[in-house]
């Protein structure tokens, strides 16, 4: 019984090994990219937190009504300070002339988590990476939001993407032309041995009927 080797069964088996390699790849570069982003915001809301729990008034440390950053250009870290009820206290950030407001659930859930690590869309195409720390002061609840436009990252992200498939889709060709040579080379290495076999018949003495 001869077992013979599908071109299309090896590739599949490539493919697959390639799919998973480049998928871990991406994901795993991908992944790096957006934990970097938020290691300033991290240290800036530290920074901020210790300074209002060493008592440090925390409409001073940010004045309210300052002039800020405008996070739909500016690719630099913000600041803001939040009470108990999400009104801005202090804020470094402004988006179209005002201070922009997160929505109430990225309080409680730092309030829930002790912090609050979240990608933070105030206005359509203005995406930022924000870090939340609720902080206590005297009886008082406290919201330190740090956050930066995150616009570069996304677009090497998109080239992080165009690169991977790209050789995703080389290394499924190259897979594909190696499942032919590999077929090709096992059919002309097989030997294939025919052997003659020989069917002798022996018949029986008939067994003799004595009268």
Not at 76 to 92: E, W
Not at 142 to 154: H, T, W
């Amino acid at each position: 019984m001869n077992n013979k080797v599908s071109p299309f069964g090896l590739w599949l088996i490539l493919a697959a090994i390639v799919t998973v390699i480049s998928g871990s790849i991406y994901a795993t570069t991908q992944q790096g990219y957006r934990t970097s982003a938020n290691d300033p915001q991290i240290e800036i809301t530290d920074e901020i937190s210790n300074a209002i729990t060493n008592g440090a008034p925390p409409d001073q440390i940010i004045p309210a009504g300052s002039n800020g950053t405008d996070i739909k250009t500016s690719l630099s870290a913000v600041a803001m300070i939040f009470d108990k009820d999400g009104k801005v206290v202090g804020s470094s950030a402004k988006l179209n002339g005002k201070d922009p407001v997160p929505p109430r659930g990225v309080f409680e859930k730092a309030s829930a988590r002790g912090r609050n690590i979240l990608t933070w869309e105030p206005e359509k195409g203005v995406r930022l990476a924000a870090v939340v720390v609720p902080v206590k002061s005297n009886n008082d609840t406290f919201y330190v939001l740090a956050g930066r436009n995150i616009r570069e990252i996304e677009l090497r992200e998109k080239q992080l993407m165009l690169m991977c498939t790209i050789a995703w889709i080389v290394l499924l060709l190259l897979s594909a032309l190696l499942s032919l040579a590999l077929v090709s080379l096992t059919k002309s290495s097989s030997t294939i041995i025919e052997k003659d076999t020989e069917v002798i018949i022996i018949e029986e003495p008939k067994s003799e009927q004595q009268a």
